[in-house]
Nanobody, 120 residues
Framework: QVQVQESGGGSVQPGGSLSLSCAVSGRTFTPWRMGWFRQAPGKAREYVASITWIGGSTYYADWVKGRFIISKDSAKDMLYLRMNNPKLEDTAVYYC?????????????WGQGTQVTVSA
């Protein structure tokens, strides 16, 4: 059974930095991609960034504009998100998800999320 656990959330000031982690366990397949999504109160979950598990190609939502960096440690089955220069509107619950295959554009195996609060 695949399990995903996010951590590293907390409070951060605008212009600061914060690093999120995602630990994956129990998988029996090599995922196509892993990614970060977020959900702010009253809003739908939205895509933040993703990375291919083989090769490490990275993809970002346009609004990230170079502020966040996604990375992985394949040997440890870990995914990371470095949030630089966060803004108030980055406040949300951040989730880690797995996209198992190239053929199906769907992320699944979500964790419980980690709360990020950006405040002055």
């Amino acid at each position: 059974q695949v399990q995903v656990q996010e951590s590293g959330g907390g409070s951060v000031q605008p212009g600061g930095s914060l690093s999120l982690s995602c630990a994956v366990s129990g998988r029996t397949f090599t995922p196509w991609r892993m990614g970060w999504f977020r959900q702010a109160p009253g809003k739908a979950r939205e895509y933040v960034a993703s990375i291919t598990w083989i090769g490490g190609s990275t993809y970002y939502a346009d609004w990230v504009k170079g502020r966040f960096i996604i990375s992985k440690d394949s040997a440890k089955d870990m995914l990371y998100l470095r949030m630089n220069n966060p803004k108030l509107e980055d406040t949300a619950v951040y989730y880690c998800g797995i996209r198992p295959t190239l053929e199906v554009n769907e992320f699944k195996f979500w964790g419980q999320g980690t709360q990020v609060t950006v405040s002055a």
